[in-house]
């Protein structure tokens, strides 16, 4: 069973083209939230991933765009993207993306994972040290938790009593790369397979990740993308500037 894993696309459909066409031939594909919010396709996005079908959580971002959450605690540029893009979206995207459940969420397909957007203890928990890492490694129903959010790739691991970390590693931030980490059966893992649609480890091309069953793998991916055409539908958009020119910077 090999699964495709994507998080916080976030509306850049652009990233999210490339990530599908630079990924192997999966079984399942599974999306940990954030289908929308800060980039300037919506739409195109959720009819998108909708036609590929797969596993499905909601993000705080999709919450937000549907009226489903409290945003005034959201930054300005946040806020703004997510008023804009509930205008935006088709009263059938709407209503899709309100349906969305809260993670975890099992598939019988895949018994070793559960999927989730922030943490399986609360989804708009961030997880992005240790000791943010130990409570859901503790708790785990499962062996693997795929999660989001953070927009940044990698994972951790239980070892007596501790969280250890594991990063990917590339040779370039130019072109495709991809780094593999061998797992074992009898540990805990957490693992971010990245943000397809707004990087924020300093690397501006997309993430995902693909999990094999056989030989028990995770490899991470970094993709270029048409980054400048991505630029220009926000900025056509009249979405703020800062949301174009971030993406450039992966931050």
Not at 67 to 78: E, K, L, T
Request: with cysteine; net charge negative.
């Amino acid at each position: 069973m090999r699964v495709l894993v994507l998080s916080d696309i976030h509306s850049n459909l652009e990233a999210l083209e490339a990530c599908l066409a630079a990924a192997p031939a999966c079984d399942l594909m599974a999306n940990l939230g954030d289908l929308v919010g800060y980039g300037a396709c919506p739409n195109e996005v959720i009819e998108r991933v909708r036609a590929l079908g797969g596993v499905f959580v909601r993000g705080n971002h999709d919450r937000a765009a549907t009226g489903q959450i409290d945003i005034s605690d959201f930054n300005p540029m946040a806020r703004f993207a997510a008023l804009w893009t509930r205008q935006q979206l088709t009263p059938e995207n709407l209503e899709w993306l309100k349906t969305l459940p809260q993670g975890p969420v099992r598939r019988p397909e895949v018994p070793a994972a559960q999927f989730v957007h922030g943490s399986p203890i609360d989804e708009d928990d961030y997880i992005v040290n240790w000791s943010d890492a130990m409570p859901p490694l503790i708790t785990a129903a499962a062996s693997l938790t795929f999660f989001g959010h953070t927009h940044h790739q990698g994972g951790f691991f239980d070892r007596t009593q501790t969280a250890e970390t594991f990063q990917p590693t590339y040779k370039t931030t130019e072109w495709t790369d991809r780094c593999e980490w061998r797992l074992r059966k009898n540990q805990h893992y957490l693992i971010n397979p990245g943000s397809v649609g707004q990087p924020r480890d300093g690397d501006w091309r997309a993430g995902f990740a693909v999990f094999d069953d056989e030989p028990y793998a995770v490899t991470f991916y970094r993709v270029p993308y048409n980054l400048q055409r991505a630029q220009e539908r926000i900025l056509a958009a009249q979405l703020p500037e800062r949301l174009s020119a971030r993406l450039a910077l992966g931050r």
